[in-house]
Nanobody
Framework: QVQLVESGGGLVQSGGSLRLSCAAS????????MGWYRQAPGKQRELVAA???????NYADSVKGRFTISRDNAKNTVYLQMNSLKPDDTAVYYC??????????WGKGTLVTVSS
């Protein structure tokens, strides 16, 4: 089992920045990829960014050039630096970890609100 704890959400004005963190504990040696999904009101959950233990990254087209995902393997922590935030980025952001066996673990989510 893997436990995930997110932090860093909040309210920010359009054009501002926030940094999300997600710390993993438990069976962390089994983790391959970590990343972030988000879910806005009335919309489906969508992948925002992901990073493998080797450092390969993947981003949603809507955040490329604005968001940066990084990972500290020693701390079992993944970060999401979000710049140039837009009201459309308003959502609950969920951290996830995927094991080598493709099991997904989820955090409880952190709310990001971008005001116009």
């Amino acid at each position: 089992q893997v436990q995930l704890v997110e932090s860093g959400g909040g309210l920010v004005q359009s054009g501002g920045s926030l940094r999300l963190s997600c710390a993993a504990s438990g069976s962390t040696l089994s983790i391959n990829a970590m990343g972030w999904y988000r879910q806005a009101p009335g919309k489906q959950r969508e992948l925002v960014a992901a990073i493998t233990v080797g450092g390969s990254t993947n981003y949603a087209d809507s955040v490329k050039g604005r968001f940066t995902i990084s990972r500290d393997n020693a701390k079992n922590t993944v970060y999401l630096q979000m710049n140039s935030l837009k009201p459309d980025d308003t959502a609950v952001y969920y951290c996830y970890a995927e094991s080598i066996r493709r099991l997904k673990y989820w955090g409880k989510g952190t709310l990001v609100t971008v005001s116009s």
